[in-house]
Each structure stands twice: as structure tokens, then as C-alpha cells.
């Protein structure tokens, strides 16, 4: 994940910070959205969003603008 790299995050590391902004996330949930495996429910999109600073838009895909 490009947000995720461009962070200097580990797989782990997000799936910690998400953790304690109270969102179930593991390393093995952040692989598995990042390999395309696993369908990531709305919620998780809007928590991605709000952690990384962007719009849902943007990492759905919709938008190119972050």
C-alpha cells in the first residue's frame, strides 16, 4: 500500500495504530487488503481514510487527488 510505504510503516505498525484508534485491524488483515484478498467492508475504508488523512474516493479509486 502506497499510503502505507510512503509512511515508513510496517504492516504491523498500521495495524497497531489502528488498533488503538480503536479499530479491529491485524498484520495479517493489512496483507490480505493489500493483496486484493480480502473484501474491506465500508467502515474499514472510512478508518483507513481518517488514519492516513485522505478521502474514501481516493482509495477506492474514484479519485486521484488525495
Do not use: N, W
Not at 13 to 42: H, M, N, W
Request: glycine share 4%.
Amino acid at each position: 500500500m502506497e499510503l502505507r510505504t510512503e509512511r515508513k510503516l510496517s504492516q504491523k505498525a498500521l495495524a497497531e495504530q489502528l488498533q488503538l484508534a480503536g479499530y479491529e485491524f491485524s498484520d495479517l488483515t493489512v496483507l490480505r487488503i493489500e493483496k486484493g484478498t480480502r473484501f474491506v467492508p465500508d467502515y474499514e475504508v472510512v478508518a483507513l481514510a481518517e488514519f492516513f488523512h485522505v478521502s474514501c474516493e481516493y482509495l477506492l479509486g474514484v479519485q486521484d487527488k488525495k
